[in-house]
């Protein structure tokens, strides 16, 4: 069997955010600049460098983007007030705040602090339940990503049978709702497996499409896939290694070098999905500049 076709993440972000820039300069053109403004709690080192390439890649893409960073001592009202300012702040279509949080703050709390019609990552309890129902509103970026990937490699989910290992509010649950909704971009049968599924490797085998988001290194092993399978790998690890100068190198859920002798098509760790990510945060962004319109 010939090796897996290697899904290149960052060639279809890429595309993702010129296509993004095409559509900020038709919105500039009428006088409206898409505007993102991310709240970054602490001073966590990755979720700093993740907000930091969020910035970045928002203003090369003519997306307005602003970091309000707080401290990790901020209080859970102070917090919530800020972005409730942010809420009635015109100048921002997009809020995003940066996960996770001090162990002090009520995520679920803060989280549903945000305007839904400025929630960029969908993650607010109305869009989630819009979701679910299939209704117009954001889809979280990481899952939105995934989509994309599929659609943009020539592995459309429709008709397939999609196995997807986690539950997350973030990825697990939402990649599940997107693929099973009646439309043409999804139509897929849908398992969702977690930790409390009994023999993982029987469902993950079955799988035409397999998503590994679980957050434990190397989970998925080349005898838990199907010949031929797509696996994305979800996965965002760090695990020790000593040849590195920083000690340490980012791995996915899957065993990337035994599955993609198996997988007929795989996303690598780093370069797969997390560039994506980025991506559909900022088409996400222009999504609501444009529906501001409307």
Not at 2 to 18: H, K, T, Y
Not at 45 to 54: E, L
Not at 270 to 294: D, I, K
Request: net charge negative.
């Amino acid at each position: 069997m010939s090796p897996a076709q290697i899904i290149d993440g960052l060639a279809i972000a890429a595309q993702v955010r010129a296509e993004v820039a095409e559509r900020a300069r038709k919105l500039a053109d009428r006088g409206v600049i898409p505007g993102l403004a991310l709240f970054l709690i602490g001073d966590d080192p990755s979720s700093i460098s993740y907000v930091r390439s969020k910035d970045n890649a928002a203003e090369e893409a003519g997306i307005f983007s602003e970091t309000l960073d707080l401290s990790d001592s901020v209080s859970q009202d102070r917090l919530i007030s800020r972005i409730l300012d942010v809420d009635e702040d015109r100048r921002f279509h997009a809020v995003l705040v940066q996960l996770p949080l001090p162990p002090h703050l009520d995520e679920s709390a803060v989280i549903n602090a945000i305007d839904p019609t400025k929630d960029v990552d969908g993650v607010t309890a109305a869009n989630q339940g819009r979701l679910l129902r299939g209704e117009p509103c954001p889809h979280p970026a990481t899952p939105a990503g995934v989509l994309e990937l599929l659609h943009r490699t020539g592995n459309p989910p429709q008709g397939k049978h999609v196995v997807v290992c986690g539950r997350s509010n973030i990825v697990g649950k939402p990649i599940a709702a997107i693929l099973m909704q009646k439309n043409p971009r999804a139509n897929a049968t849908v398992t969702v497996c977690h930790t409390g599924t009994t023999d993982l490797a029987h469902y993950t085998r079955q799988a035409d499409i397999l998503v590994a988001a679980m957050g434990v290194p190397a989970a998925i092993t080349a005898d838990m896939v199907k010949p031929g399978a797509v696996v994305i790998d979800v996965g965002n690890n760090w695990v020790p290694d000593q040849t590195r100068k920083s000690g340490r190198r980012l791995v996915g859920d899957v065993d990337f070098e035994g599955v993609s002798a198996v997988a007929g098509a795989i996303t690598p760790v780093p370069g797969g999905v997390g560039p994506m990510t980025v991506a559909m945060l900022l088409s996400n962004t222009v999504m609501l500049a444009e529906a501001s319109l409307s």
